[in-house]
């Protein structure tokens, strides 16, 4: 059995300088408010002992993840930590360093025997496992009870509680490992290889559908084309190609092309080309034929003049049209010589009109003067004398008055509608002249126009019109002469066209016996996706996949099995001193008695823990946070005891056992400890005055007590020790 | 007996793939050993990673075909 | 499976309906294991393992059969228990799957049977357990088999290859 003698600590985590205690008394308190470097010092120990064992995820405490070594403030040196262990034969020093500042941490751990002898390094750290036969995991389970598995007991979510007592129990490993198999999804990767395989098989079973629909269709189509079913193979399609050869190789001898020479598809997949190839030669051939050039020529230009002779025959028509109208105007009305001399006539006569209008104006002026002068001047004209001469004139004003109406204004009217008559006739004159211009302009551009067609239809036909010539009649002549020389070529190459158009029948056909096995082809290349060596092999790593997570599976199996009997044996192993020591500590009224029970969760294959009270009833919902305390100082004590025979560690090391526990409860774990210091030397630590008081009090061994008065960057813990 | 020496004890009662699950063991014990749970799961997805790699490639392959 | 044969397949499930169209394909694979040679066929329509399989040498199967159209197919505790009685009598406990799809074929695996849970059994867990070579000797046979057989099959049903089995074991 090894007891814990002395702890030297240098820059570890908390601490910046030295630090020594001494455990040279049954019971050693570590006191002080937190954050005061209590948990460090025995953290101190654990890391002297296990070193990298007690860091990081593995441990299964959360507050160990990113958990710093060495003292923030600490500038150089090494964190060094000793720690020395009555044996058997005497002082055993273990001394762990880790130097600082360094990128790469190194380690080193050196063990003096009691004899002297100095191990170093793996020779150390084998003779450490020697010497105790203790893992991290053992050593925090029997040996050192934490205060972050007390914290993580009293959770009331049982996923968290199962894993608090798992790291009670030391099963942590179990259930990280578990949980790392968990989280590798490894069943949710392989379903997604399966549904990628799915995936393609899908899309080869619709590219099979669809083929199968294109067969169809095509087969029909074919069937309709009256080509018979026998002959969708592919020998027969090269038959066929064989045969297209040999008739564009007669088309070409039959349209003059010199020298023309065919090659024939030897295999199935040179049909899709060469069908495009006699295509392209067939119809290069024909277009370039003398007789077919010709024929187009002969199209193209009677084309040409038929329309030319419409045009030409309706100018013709038009010129005839405007000579009718200008003939017939001038018959009815005369030329234009007619037309000026009658206007001249006309205005001649207006002219004398205006004179005689002139002279009758005069008179009747006169008239007009002796009338109003007789009417104002002499109003004694009544008296019948001319007032000019004097003579008798009775009835002067009377008879002027008469003479101007009844003489002079009639005749002055007549005169004026002479004149308007004349008038008249004379603008009549002059419409007929514009009339007559605007024929005499239509024919003029008739005329022209008939003579711009006659050009163009020299022009066409290539020679000079004389004026006798009929040029109808010669348009009419040519384009009979071009029908026949259509009818005599039509004639040569209707032969020649049978046979393209045989050609391209046939091509028609090959295209859909071509297409009819390029998609059973295709087909057949799909079926047998499934018989390549890729896709065998595709298989093969799913089945390597499917066995590596089936591989998985069973270790998990083992896993948890493993844990679960490790689970049930240290339970029951601790059994008794953990319903001993509950009952001592709770003294819960309505809890006889508690008993712990594991079962595996058969979706996680984690432990899953529960307690009854020994009359059968579920105490869960009645233990409160100080129970569920006691309750993991139970299981610790009670593993601790339950190991005491196979334990090489002499002491207990509590860190703030009293987390959420009453001033009784404190009472009573002082009672059990008093009686667990008969057999172990203990190290409390605790922040707790209540408890302190209680222990220094009631603890009937001698007491070394470190009280951790301060705390400072730049010192670290100021620890001040008594001894009661 | 710690949880290693416990599994690969249940790995041998196995009569199948004993090699292969004891040869895994030990890569996840590592891993472990070295990153805890997270360690685990990245080492047993790149593990299966690798058999990944070459159905992806065969599948493309098949795809191209298809 | 050829395209064709999995067409066949299928107008006989149609017709018939998944119930009728397992014990169809039962009876079928019981053809396709003497086609291979197997002398020593026990084909079940109602208790025990659904096929016994022997050869003149040591080689015995029992084999459970399933079709499905998806990607598990559910094992009861009856399966297991059947399967796990003949493994007591010397035979190599098999399921035997065919997935109805195309391009799928018979799979055989030799799950163990602690390992296996009444419930619902993914087809991709199965494949670490296949007997690779017993697939490739009764594929075929299967596909020869059912093109032999289907146009009676459809015409006849289930009691048509009930006929074929008693003849065989006759014979």
């Given at each position: 059995?090894?007891?814990?003698?002395?702890?030297?600590?240098?820059?570890?985590?908390?601490?910046?300088?030295?630090?020594?205690?001494?455990?040279?008394?049954?019971?050693?308190?570590?006191?002080?408010?937190?954050?005061?470097?209590?948990?460090?010092?025995?953290?101190?120990?654990?890391?002297?002992?296990?070193?990298?064992?007690?860091?990081?995820?593995k441990?299964g405490?959360?507050?160990?993840?990113?958990?710093?070594?060495?003292?923030?403030?600490?500038?150089?040196?090494?964190?060094?930590?000793?720690?020395?262990?009555?044996?058997?034969?005497?002082?055993?020093?273990?001394?762990?360093?880790?130097?600082?500042?360094?990128?790469?941490?190194?380690?080193?751990?050196?063990?003096?025997?009691?004899?002297?002898?100095?191990?170093?390094?793996?020779?150390?750290?084998?003779?450490?496992?020697?010497?105790?036969?203790?893992s991290?995991q053992?050593?925090?389970?029997?040996?050192?009870?934490?205060?972050?598995?007390?914290?993580?007991?009293?959770?009331?979510?049982?996923?968290?509680?199962?894993?608090?007592?798992?790291?009670?129990?030391g099963l942590s490993p179990y259930r990280e490992i578990?949980?790392?198999?968990?989280?590798?999804?490894?069943?949710?990767?392989?379903?997604?290889?399966?549904?990628?395989?799915?995936?393609?098989?899908?899309?080869?079973?619709?590219?099979?559908?669809?083929?199968?629909?294109?067969?169809?269709?095509?087969?029909?189509?074919?069937?309709?084309?009256?080509?018979?079913?026998?002959?969708?193979?592919?020998?027969?399609?090269?038959?066929?190609?064989?045969?297209?050869?040999?008739?564009?190789?007669?088309?070409?001898?039959?349209?003059?092309?010199?020298?023309?020479?065919?090659?024939?598809?030897?295999?199935?997949?040179?049909?899709?080309?060469?069908?495009?190839?006699?295509?392209?030669?067939?119809?290069?051939?024909?277009?370039?034929?003398?007789?077919?050039?010709?024929?187009?020529?002969?199209?193209?230009?009677?084309?040409?003049?038929?329309?030319?002779?419409?045009?030409?025959?309706?100018?013709?028509?038009?010129?005839?049209?405007?000579?009718?109208?200008?003939?017939?105007?001038?018959?009815?009305?005369?030329?234009?010589?007619?037309?000026?001399?009658?206007?001249?006539?006309?205005?001649?006569?207006?002219?004398?009109?205006?004179?005689?209008?002139?002279?009758?104006?005069?008179?009747?002026?006169?008239?007009?003067?002796?009338?109003?002068?007789?009417?104002?001047?002499?109003?004694?004209?009544?008296?019948?004398?001319?007032?000019?001469?004097?003579?008798?004139?009775?009835?002067?004003?009377?008879?002027?008055?008469?003479?101007?109406?009844?003489?002079?204004?009639?005749?002055?009217?007549?005169?004026?509608?002479?004149?308007?008559?004349?008038?008249?006739?004379?603008?009549?004159?002059?419409?007929?002249?514009?009339?007559?211009?605007?024929?005499?302009?239509?024919?003029?551009?008739?005329?022209?126009?008939?003579?711009?067609?006659?050009?163009?239809?020299?022009?066409?036909?290539?020679?000079?019109?004389?004026?006798?010539?009929?040029?109808?009649?010669?348009?009419?002549?040519?384009?009979?002469?071009?029908?026949?020389?259509?009818?005599?070529?039509?004639?040569?190459?209707?032969?020649?066209?049978?046979?393209?158009?045989?050609?391209?029948?046939?091509?028609?056909?090959?295209?859909?016996?071509?297409?009819?096995?390029?998609?059973?082809?295709?087909?057949?290349?799909?079926?047998?996706?499934?018989?390549?060596?890729?896709?065998?092999?595709?298989?093969?790593?799913?089945?390597?996949?499917?066995?590596?997570?089936?591989?998985?599976?069973?270790?998990?199996?083992?896993?948890?099995?493993?844990s679960?009997?490790?689970?049930?044996?240290?339970?029951?192993?601790?059994?008794?001193?953990?319903?001993?020591?509950?009952?001592?500590?709770?003294?819960?009224?309505?809890?006889?008695?508690?008993?712990?029970?594991?079962?595996?969760?058969?979706?996680?294959?984690?432990?899953?823990?529960?307690?009854?009270?020994?009359?059968?009833?579920?105490?869960?919902?009645?233990?409160?946070?100080?129970?569920?305390?006691?309750?993991?100082?139970?299981?610790?004590?009670?593993?601790?005891?339950?190991?005491?025979?196979?334990?090489?560690?002499?002491?207990?090391?509590?860190?703030?056992?009293?987390?959420?526990?009453?001033?009784?409860?404190?009472?009573?774990?002082?009672?059990?400890?008093?009686?667990?210091?008969?057999?172990?030397?203990?190290?409390?630590?605790?922040?707790?005055?209540?408890?302190?008081?209680?222990?220094?009090?009631?603890?009937?061994?001698?007491?070394?007590?470190?009280?951790?008065?301060?705390?400072?960057?730049?010192?670290?813990?100021?620890?001040?020790?008594?001894?009661? | 007996?710690g949880y290693n020496?416990?599994?690969?004890?249940?790995?041998?009662?196995?009569?199948?793939?004993?090699?292969?699950?004891?040869?895994?063991?030990?890569?996840?014990i590592?891993?472990f050993e070295?990153?805890?749970?997270?360690?685990?799961?990245?080492?047993?997805?790149?593990?299966?990673?690798?058999?990944?790699?070459?159905?992806?490639?065969?599948?493309?392959?098949?795809?191209?075909?298809? | 499976?050829?395209?064709?044969?999995?067409?066949?397949?299928?107008?006989?499930?149609?017709?018939?309906?998944?119930?009728?169209?397992?014990?169809?394909?039962?009876?079928?694979?019981?053809?396709?294991?003497?086609?291979?040679?197997?002398?020593?066929?026990?084909?079940?329509?109602?208790?025990?393992?659904?096929?016994?399989?022997?050869?003149?040498?040591?080689?015995?199967?029992?084999?459970?059969?399933?079709?499905?159209?998806?990607?598990?197919?559910?094992?009861?505790?009856?399966?297991?228990?059947?399967?796990?009685?003949?493994?007591?009598?010397?035979?190599?406990?098999?399921?035997?799957?065919?997935?109805?799809?195309?391009?799928?074929?018979?799979?055989?695996?030799?799950?163990?049977?602690?390992?296996?849970?009444?419930?619902?059994?993914?087809?991709?867990?199965?494949?670490?357990?296949?007997?690779?070579?017993?697939?490739?000797?009764?594929?075929?046979?299967?596909?020869?088999?059912?093109?032999?057989?289907?146009?009676?099959?459809?015409?006849?049903?289930?009691?048509?290859?009930?006929?074929?089995?008693?003849?065989?074991?006759?014979?």
């Amino acid at each position: 059995m090894f007891e814990l003698a002395r702890l030297k600590v240098f820059g570890f985590r908390g601490f910046v300088g030295e630090q020594e205690f001494t455990f040279d008394r049954p019971v050693t308190l570590l006191c002080g408010e937190n954050h005061r470097g209590k948990s460090s010092t025995l953290n101190a120990v654990e890391w002297c002992l296990f070193g990298e064992d007690c860091v990081g995820k593995k441990t299964g405490i959360r507050e160990r993840i990113g958990w710093e070594i060495t003292n923030r403030y600490l500038q150089q040196g090494e964190v060094s930590v000793t720690a020395e262990f009555e044996g058997p034969e005497g002082i055993y020093r273990v001394v762990r360093e880790q130097s600082v500042g360094r990128k790469r941490v190194a380690q080193k751990v050196t063990v003096h025997l009691p004899d002297g002898a100095q191990l170093e390094d793996d020779d150390a750290e084998n003779m450490l496992f020697t010497l105790f036969r203790s893992s991290f995991q053992d050593f925090m389970t029997a040996v050192y009870q934490h205060q972050e598995a007390i914290r993580a007991i009293l959770t009331q979510e049982p996923k968290e509680r199962n894993d608090a007592i798992d790291r009670l129990l030391g099963l942590s490993p179990y259930r990280e490992i578990l949980k790392g198999i968990t989280g590798a999804r490894l069943e949710d990767i392989l379903k997604g290889m399966e549904g990628s395989r799915e995936t393609l098989r899908k899309r080869c079973e619709q590219a099979i559908r669809t083929l199968d629909n294109l067969i169809k269709e095509e087969r029909e189509k074919a069937i309709a084309e009256g080509i018979s079913e026998e002959t969708f193979t592919e020998h027969e399609a090269l038959n066929r190609a064989a045969g297209i050869a040999k008739a564009i190789e007669s088309l070409a001898e039959d349209l003059g092309t010199a020298d023309f020479k065919a090659t024939v598809p030897v295999t199935f997949n040179e049909i899709a080309e060469f069908r495009e190839w006699v295509k392209i030669q067939a119809d290069g051939m024909w277009t370039q034929a003398p007789d077919v050039l010709k024929q187009e020529a002969l199209a193209i230009e009677q084309q040409k003049l038929v329309t030319l002779k419409g045009q030409y025959e309706e100018a013709k028509g038009a010129e005839l049209t405007a000579q009718e109208e200008r003939d017939k105007f001038v018959k009815q009305f005369g030329d234009e010589a007619a037309l000026v001399k009658a206007a001249q006539k006309e205005q001649q006569q207006i002219d004398e009109l205006d004179d005689k209008i002139y002279k009758t104006n005069t008179r009747a002026r006169l008239i007009q003067e002796a009338v109003r002068y007789l009417k104002e001047v002499v109003p004694d004209i009544e008296g019948g004398r001319c007032p000019l001469c004097g003579a008798n004139a009775p009835s002067l004003l009377s008879h002027l008055e008469t003479e101007w109406e009844q003489k002079v204004k009639a005749q002055v009217e007549e005169l004026e509608q002479q004149k308007r008559e004349c008038q008249s006739k004379l603008e009549e004159f002059d419409s007929l002249k514009d009339r007559l211009g605007l024929l005499e302009k239509n024919l003029g551009k008739a005329h022209s126009n008939c003579d711009d067609c006659l050009r163009l239809v020299a022009q066409t036909i290539e020679r000079e019109f004389r004026k006798e010539e009929d040029a109808q009649a010669i348009l009419s002549t040519r384009l009979e002469q071009i029908a026949r020389e259509q009818k005599s070529i039509g004639e040569a190459i209707s032969k020649k066209r049978t046979k393209i158009s045989d050609l391209y029948g046939n091509l028609g056909k090959l295209r859909t016996i071509d297409e009819i096995l390029k998609y059973q082809q295709k087909r057949t290349v799909i079926e047998h996706i499934w018989e390549t060596k890729e896709f065998l092999e595709l298989e093969k790593s799913l089945n390597e996949a499917s066995q590596f997570v089936e591989d998985v599976r069973a270790l998990k199996v083992d896993l948890a099995e493993a844990s679960l009997e490790e689970a049930e044996s240290r339970i029951h192993s601790a059994q008794q001193a953990l319903d001993k020591y509950f009952c001592a500590i709770v003294k819960h009224p309505t809890i006889p008695g508690l008993v712990m029970e594991v079962a595996e969760d058969s979706r996680t294959g984690l432990n899953s823990y529960s307690f009854k009270s020994k009359d059968g009833t579920d105490p869960t919902p009645i233990l409160s946070q100080g129970d569920l305390n006691c309750l993991a100082l139970s299981l610790f004590l009670g593993l601790s005891e339950a190991t005491v025979d196979s334990q090489r560690f002499a002491f207990l090391i509590l860190d703030d056992p009293t987390q959420s526990l009453g001033p009784e409860m404190k009472r009573e774990l002082v009672s059990v400890l008093e009686d667990i210091a008969n057999r172990r030397k203990l190290v409390i630590a605790t922040p707790d005055l209540e408890f302190k008081n209680l222990l220094t009090t009631h603890i009937t061994k001698i007491k070394a007590i470190y009280d951790f008065t301060d705390w400072t960057d730049k010192d670290g813990p100021q620890v001040v020790r008594t001894t009661l | 007996m710690g949880y290693n020496e416990k599994v690969l004890e249940k790995i041998s009662d196995r009569e199948q793939r004993s090699d292969e699950r004891m040869s895994l063991w030990q890569s996840i014990i590592q891993s472990f050993e070295q990153e805890g749970a997270d360690g685990v799961a990245s080492e047993l997805v790149g593990l299966m990673a690798k058999i990944q790699e070459k159905f992806t490639a065969l599948l493309e392959k098949l795809d191209e075909m298809a | 499976m050829n395209t064709n044969t999995f067409q066949y397949l299928q107008q006989i499930r149609d017709k018939f309906g998944p119930g009728i169209f397992g014990k169809i394909a039962q009876k079928l694979l019981a053809l396709a294991f003497y086609e291979a040679g197997f002398y020593h066929i026990v084909e079940r329509g109602v208790q025990g393992v659904d096929i016994d399989a022997a050869t003149e040498d040591i080689t015995r199967y029992a084999l459970e059969v399933k079709t499905t159209k998806g990607q598990s197919v559910p094992v009861s505790k009856e399966n297991i228990g059947a399967l796990k009685d003949r493994a007591r009598d010397g035979y190599m406990p098999l399921l035997a799957v065919l997935r109805m799809q195309m391009f799928e074929d018979w799979l055989f695996a030799a799950v163990p049977l602690e390992r296996l849970r009444p419930g619902s059994v993914a087809l991709s867990r199965l494949r670490s357990y296949r007997l690779a070579g017993l697939e490739a000797s009764i594929r075929p046979k299967f596909e020869k088999i059912v093109n032999e057989h289907w146009s009676n099959i459809f015409a006849r049903g289930e009691h048509y290859l009930i006929q074929v089995l008693r003849d065989k074991n006759r014979a």
